[in-house]
């Protein structure tokens, strides 16, 4: 903190500071341009024309996770009516995009909105502190080396959910005695030759589901998808620019059609959802038949495509057009559902004994999980431990003043959940304006805080090894986690602030 003394003194309009340091004034700092960021950009921009606000970004460029991950087909495995932007939808008649694409949507979408002005790029946060005496916050900020101090009203943390710089450790025996190339999907390397040769690919969930098809088409020599269990992989048809519209395109209005798809895209997967919560058998077996038909005759679907749990206990993988599952007429891919006695210099050996020879091993066993992007948080010099906080309309943390956390939905498109983050936030700082409040900083009483549940639903592994990492939920009133998105929806237009949050003012 001491640091700090003589940069806050610069700060009192002395616009030259020093050559390391300077400082900025706001009322809004965003801090990640991932779909998060520049979603709550929007939303303060348009709900809160009079406040300033500037977006941290600590990368080169904006798009978050679909500009770091290059891995050979990357895409999203939920649909762009829903994913993308609710104030500038998605035009393009495919409904699951690559990963290029969505970061040019969303760099588009800035350019539209004037939000490309207010992001300044190589700026990582070091450190965030809230200063009761200035009722503000104070951050810490890393410019190419240079020390840049900003303070601000209100941090919005567009950080996203996972750690960019180290992965998940994979589990894996032996793996450091592997003589081929190792290679971890956030860190593809773009250069990498796969060109006949012999690859397995470690994991089940959309990343290996997606690396399988894109290497078969571009040529890999064999593909094995090695998994311990099997998850549900689920076709999404994508209708080509070219296909004649359905009647009701045809007449209505551009606007009215893409309020409509997004409508039914939010619509469908939570009925699927529901009718999976309700049929389970008769959901599994129909999930089933569908993979059959696309499958090869003779495909083992047992166990490889037979999942232990029932659908959407987990997330639910969509793959466009089937590609997934075309993949295994060509001869070069398989499935082998198994656990690994030990890694060898050129392959894996299995428990049931067999071995897969390999001269690239992927590692495409989960993200390492963390919120904040693992900023030191603290509140008037004491550090916040995130995993004591709970999380307040899945959007604040306790004890925590004027700071939001954005995480979105798991189960469906994220940036659903993310904006209604958002709009409940614009809407809490037009009520602390309103009422001359200079903070707000949720509350958790000892009784809410019994038998705390998790945050993010799923039952995924990586999930469940990260709940150390992660803030709580509770059970009742404005402590429970997300639900669905039409309940998120009132709850970020309606529901009572009052709820679990204390209000605070000093007069200047
Ligand atoms: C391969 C993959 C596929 C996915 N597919 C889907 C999908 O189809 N549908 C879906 O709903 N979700 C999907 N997800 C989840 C996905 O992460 C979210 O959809 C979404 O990208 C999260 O957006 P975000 O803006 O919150 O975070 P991110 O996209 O992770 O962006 C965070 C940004 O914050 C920046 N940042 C982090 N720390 C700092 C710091 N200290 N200072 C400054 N800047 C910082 C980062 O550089 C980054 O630009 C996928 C995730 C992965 C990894
Ligand atoms: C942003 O607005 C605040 C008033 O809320 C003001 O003090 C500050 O100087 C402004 N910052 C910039 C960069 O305009
Ligand atoms: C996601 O999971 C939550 C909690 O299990 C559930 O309430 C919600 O309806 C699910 N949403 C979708 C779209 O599956």
Not at 162 to 171: G, I, Q, R, T, V
Not at 182 to 198: A, I, N, S, T, Y
Not at 477 to 506: I, M, Q
Request: include cysteine.
């Amino acid at each position: 903190m001491h640091g700090g003394l003589l940069i806050d003194q610069l700060a009192g309009g002395n616009a030259n500071g020093s050559p390391e340091s300077t400082t900025h004034s706001l009322d809004f700092v965003i801090v990640g341009a991932g779909v998060s960021g520049i979603n709550a950009a929007y939303r303060v921009q348009s709900a809160l024309p009079h406040v300033n606000y500037t977006i941290l970004e600590g990368r080169h460029e904006l798009g978050g996770t679909w500009s770091l991950f290059k891995y050979p087909g990357i895409r999203s495995d939920s649909d762009l009516h829903t994913y993308g932007f609710s104030f500038n939808p998605w035009e393009k008649s495919n409904p699951i995009a690559t990963g290029e694409s969505i970061t040019a949507y969303m760099k588009a979408t800035t350019r539209k909105f004037g939000i490309d002005k207010r992001i300044s790029f190589n700026h990582k946060v070091a450190a965030a502190e809230w200063r009761s005496d200035e009722q503000r916050w104070r951050l810490e900020v890393n410019n190419e080396g240079r020390r840049k101090i900003y303070w601000a009203k209100f941090v919005i943390m567009g950080t996203g959910y996972y750690d960019y710089e180290k992965p998940l450790k994979a589990d894996i025996p032996g793996l450091e005695r592997f003589q081929g190339t190792r290679v971890h999907p956030q860190f593809w390397p773009e250069d990498l030759d796969f060109k006949g040769k012999k690859m397995v690919v470690i994991g089940s969930g959309a990343t290996a589901v997606t690396i399988l098809p894109a290497v078969v088409e571009k040529g890999v020599g064999s593909v094995t998808q090695l998994q311990r269990s099997p998850g549900y992989i689920v076709n999404m048809p994508q209708p080509k620019p070219e296909d004649p519209l359905p009647y009701y395109q045809r007449i209505l209005p551009r606007w009215m059609v893409l309020r409509w798809l997004r409508f039914q895209f939010v619509l469908v997967p939570y009925l699927l959802y529901l009718l999976c919560q309700t049929f389970p058998k008769l959901m599994r077996w129909f999930f089933r038949s569908e993979a059959r038909k696309a499958l090869p005759k003779d495909f083992p679907m047992d166990p490889n495509l037979q999942p232990k749990y029932n659908p959407w206990d987990q997330r639910v993988c969509f793959v466009p057009d089937n590609d997934f599952f075309k993949a295994f007429h060509t001869g070069r891919a398989r499935i082998v559902t198994d656990t690994i006695r030990t890694v060898t210099e050129d392959g894996i050996e299995l428990n049931s004994g067999e071995k897969l020879e390999a001269d690239i091993i992927v590692t495409a066993t989960g993200l390492n999980l963390q919120v904040c992007g693992g900023i030191p948080i603290s509140v008037d010099g004491k550090p916040v431990h995130i995993p004591d906080c709970y999380v307040w309309r899945a959007t604040m943390l306790s004890g925590v003043p004027n700071f939001a956390v954005i995480i979105g939905y798991v189960n469906a498109s994220w940036t659903l959940g993310a904006d209604a983050s958002s709009r409940l936030i614009v809407r809490l700082f037009k009520h602390l304006e309103d009422n001359k409040y200079t903070n707000a900083t949720p509350h958790i009483t000892e009784e809410e805080k019994k038998d705390p549940v998790q945050m993010l639903t799923l039952k995924s592994t990586y999930v469940r090894l990260a709940n150390g990492n992660l803030p709580h939920a509770g059970r009742t009133g404005p402590w429970k986690p997300r639900d669905n998105y039409f309940l998120d929806s009132w709850t970020a237009s309606r529901a009572r602030l009052e709820d679990g949050l204390a209000f605070g003012r000093v007069a200047t």
